[in-house]
């Protein structure tokens, strides 16, 4: 390919990410949307997230709305872990982006997953005691704190059928995924911290991520017997 080929290839594609940012702008109903990119949705507690104001388009082809497709101008950086919310879709929808971002000739493209929760995970207080070890009277009756407060989520139930070893009969697990995006705060989350969704707590037992300082993170939890508030 010699210099005029070459230069010909770039116009072009200057040309195609030109008109997809053209359009993107356009006021396309059901398609392009104003929306906030967020690289790091904090501890759910004001001030301690941070987001970026650009404008998408997302839609599905297959008119499924759990997860439609992403695409945002080259100019935008998105990658996996980011957060999307669109104020106007469905009177506000967050999307967790779970997968790798791909570069397009004119726009960056991903499949993203819609949060379909918002959960307050929070951990026990222990008693306070003194320093022969009783228990005394704390100067707060708060007996739990908030780790993180109405982060988006995309839940998963697992109903699982178990026949019982030392009784008849079959019992029935009920284990619940739970998908978020990794930062500090969510990587922080320990096993035996809880969280109520539809009336019932859930503990967390175990927790699994990519592995990266940006991703995402999902906690296995288990219903609790009699724990529905």
């Not at 993107?24 to 004001?46: E, V």
């Not at 995924?177 to 969280?195: C, D, I, K, S």
């Not at 940006?214 to 724990?227: D, E, N, P, V």
């Amino acid at each position: 390919m010699d210099y005029h080929e070459e230069e010909n290839v770039v116009n072009i594609t200057d040309r195609m990410k030109n008109d997809f940012d053209k359009m993107l702008n356009s006021n396309i109903f059901g398609q392009n949307w104003a929306c906030d990119l967020i690289p790091d949705i904090g501890s759910g507690f004001p001030g301690t997230g941070h987001s970026i104001s650009t404008r998408c388009v997302c839609w599905s082809r297959d008119g499924r709305q759990e997860q439609p497709t992403i695409r945002v101008s080259t100019s935008d950086e998105i990658k996996r872990g980011d957060m999307v919310y669109i104020p106007a879709y469905d009177g506000g929808t967050f999307f967790l982006i779970a997968d790798q971002p791909q570069l397009e000739p004119n726009c960056r493209s991903v499949k993203a997953t819609r949060c379909n929760s918002f959960v307050t995970i929070k951990t026990a207080i222990p008693p306070a005691v003194d320093k022969n070890g009783y228990e005394i009277t704390p100067d707060s009756e708060e007996t739990e704190r908030a780790i993180i407060s109405n982060i988006p989520a995309v839940a998963k139930h697992i109903e699982t059928i178990n026949g019982g070893s030392n009784v008849p009969g079959l019992t029935i697990s009920d284990t619940l995924t739970l998908t978020m995006q990794l930062n500090e705060y969510t990587a922080a989350v320990q096993p035996e911290t809880y969280f109520t969704m539809n009336h019932s707590r859930y503990n967390i037992y175990d927790s699994i991520s990519d592995g990266l300082q940006h991703g995402t993170i999902t906690f296995l939890c288990t219903r609790q017997a009699g724990g529905r508030e």
